[in-house]
């Protein structure tokens, strides 16, 4: 039982260019969702999609999207890479979208745009 | 707009004695409330979930208070040991979505 796995752990982009950061759970959850991390900032949502076929804008959506491939894999799409997109990427899942869900987050992807 | 803080400063304490960490909201009214870890390098792990009417909830070492008057919540771990040393975010619940602190780091000496 892996939980929460992400591809690559680390990823160094030139502006301009695009990438698509990977995220599967193995735990059978309806929910997945996309967090930047920067420091002194906390974990700031991307997009989450509360069921398979769903998704929803979170807090900073600008310059990403996403795709809910089935109900195990949640990617998040970079297409043109910018130097303020430079940040620790987390994926998570919670076997619902409520607020008496826990979250089981991935071990994160280290973005740099150069 | 919704605003979280968390100790401004790093927490160090002795081995043994209670940490107290702090998570103060404003402009929003969370009626539940969550507490992760999150070790260097790694993602958050879910620690403690309280509801508003709870008031207080333990688990094991941790104790969360949460106080929708004060719009705080206090994060005590205690006895504690060099391995709770982490960094430790609070997570007031909005509308079905996480809004995360900045977190506190704990370092606990030996």
């Known amino acids: 039982n892996a939980g929460v796995t992400q591809t690559p752990k680390f990823q160094v982009l030139k502006t301009g260019q695009s990438m698509t950061l990977q995220c599967a759970q193995d735990?059978?959850?309806?929910?997945m969702y996309w967090y930047r991390q920067d420091p002194g900032m906390g974990l700031r949502l991307i997009y989450y999609s509360a069921s398979e076929g769903t998704t929803d804008k979170g807090e900073v959506p600008n310059g990403y999207n996403v795709s809910r491939l089935n109900k195990r894999e949640f990617s998040l799409r970079l297409e043109s890479a910018a130097p303020s997109q430079t940040s620790v990427y987390f994926c998570?899942?919670?076997?619902?979208?409520?607020?008496?869900?826990?979250?089981?987050f991935g071990p994160g992807t280290r973005l740099t745009v150069t | 707009s919704q605003k979280i803080e968390q100790n401004s400063e790093a927490l160090n304490i002795q081995e043994g004695k209670t940490a107290t960490l702090t998570c103060n909201y404003t402009n929003y009214s969370p009626a539940y409330l969550q507490w992760y870890r999150q070790d260097p390098g790694r993602g958050p792990v879910f620690l403690l979930l309280i509801r508003e009417n709870e008031k207080e909830k333990r688990k094991e070492r941790l104790k969360v208070t949460f106080d929708t008057t004060l719009k705080q919540s206090l994060f005590h771990i205690t006895a504690s040991q060099p391995a709770d040393s982490a960094t430790y975010l609070c997570?007031?619940?909005?509308?079905?979505?996480?809004?995360f602190g900045a977190g506190t780091t704990v370092t606990v000496r030996a």
């Open positions: 735990m059978n959850h309806n929910s």
């Open positions: 998570a899942s919670s076997e619902l979208a409520g607020v008496a869900y826990e979250q089981y």
């Open positions: 997570a007031p619940i909005n509308d079905y979505k996480l809004s």
